[in-house]
């Protein structure tokens, strides 16, 4: 099985101080180094991968791709970057994304200040040094006086801890970290288990290949079609004639990407007419379904519209009405992250593949040639397991970070994630964390609150050396009024109502916290802007 795992290679080897240390060579990473660059820091990047791309580098398996559309997700801090590259479809496959971020590190020549194959261990805050102190398993101290987090937010892949997982003799996969050299399953007897986004988009493509699939569903999930297709030139002129237009109607939306909103409330509607809203979003594709009614997210009435909607598709589509049953789900629509597929729900037409429900009765154990499930045992070759990630929290919880007075951040957020706007922890001087927990990350198109996040980093690091100042640090009331607002606002939500990764669910003994602040982009830029023209209200500077 490919693990994630460091060779221990070209790390920090012989003590180096740099002013910034940056955990994490995604696009966050990336963007972080080319921006403090730029204000003449001094920069190191430490990167568990061999190359850039953080997520897009490790979920390289089949069917990966963004359920963002490409020009939208995509950096804006270069207009000359912007015009430059040319997307290929309206969901770039993760091979393309990964060619755009190596791209980016090419182009703003970046790789000489990143560390690759270096997996950050832990790190220390030295109280009277004002450092950081932050060992890696390449060997030798990287010291830094502020320490950035560009870790991800679905980086740390999710592993059940499944009875016999390894008596298992074949061969095993996790979508998280995909081997680079790709699979073939041709001819196989395959085993995918979970039905997420990482599923929902790699079985119809290992259907394609495998002798049998077998699917183990714990939960069903809601897909809508994506309608990939290349980009029509014409359209991309269109955009990059005013890109700038497009990027700042996106910026006013609360998920960060430009689309169309319906205020209006789906029950205030006609039947037929609310028939006709969907069918249309449903012909359009994408995310934007859930823009179809105001109220889909606020009202549960509402949203059983939208539910009732698809699970009428499935039932159009899925040719065995008890297959479709059991891929209908009966909770609120876009309370998990809602799927974008291609051709998912058509997949269990195919004689080569049976869906098996393991949300009543859990998989009993791992076996050499397969699992064992309600008495049955199913045999298999390959075992896929699409069991997604520690969210959110934990890339941040598996280094062992220590802040003031020796304090853990294990300990810290042993109850759930504890943050100022998710940028900066109480007790934890001269840390940042890019779109960490309590910052609307996730729930936005990431690519423009990466870059928020990096610039308000970037201009509040500028702002303590103008002033001299060598610590930074979230206060903890400050702290605690924006837990409690992060709280507040996602009750107001029926996003906060069921068991996702939003809220830490699929992972046993995770409290269970909705993590993400779901105020919306525009209304949480304000609050940050706002915070920063004040200068830095909330932190104690010195
Ligand atoms: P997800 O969305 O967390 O999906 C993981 C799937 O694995 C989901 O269907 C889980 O069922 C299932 N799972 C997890 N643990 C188990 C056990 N123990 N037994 C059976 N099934 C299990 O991860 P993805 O990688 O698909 O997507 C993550 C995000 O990446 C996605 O939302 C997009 O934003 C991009 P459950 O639903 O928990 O019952």
Redo the contacts with the bound molecule.
Sequence with gaps: MTERQSNGGNGAAGPVDVDVAVVGAGFAGMYMLHRLRGFGFSVRVLEAGGGVGG?WYW?RYPGARC?VESMQYSYQFSDALQQDWEWSERYAPQPEILRYAEHVADRFDLRRDIRFETTVTAARFDEDGRRWTVETDAGGTLTARYLVMATGC?SA??T???KGLDDFAGRRFH??YWPPAGVDFTGRRVGV?????????SIPLIAEQAAHLHV????P?YAVPAHNAPLDPEDVRRVKADYAGLRARARAMPPAFDYVFNPRSALEVSDDERRRVYEARWADGGLGFMGAFGDLLLDEAANETAAAFVRGKIREIVRDPAVAQRLSPDNVIGC??L?VDTGYYATYNRSNVTLVD??ET??DRITATGLAVAGRAYEFDDLV?????D?MTGALLRIDIAGRGGRRLQDKWHGGPRTYLGLAIAGFPNLFTITGPGSPS?LTNMLPSIEQHVEWIADCLVHQRDRGHDVIEAETAAEDAWVQHVNDTADLSLRSTC???YVG????GKPRVFMPYIGGFPTYVDKCDTVAANGYEGFALA
């Design positions: 997520t979920n359920d679905l892949p999710n059940p801890t499944f979508t998280g288990i979970g039905t997420g986004s990482s599923a929902v988009q183990f569903q714990r939960t999930n998990k992250r799927c393991v949300g859990p998989i397991l699409a069991t997604g990630f969210a996730v068991s996702s990764w669910a699929n992972v046993p």
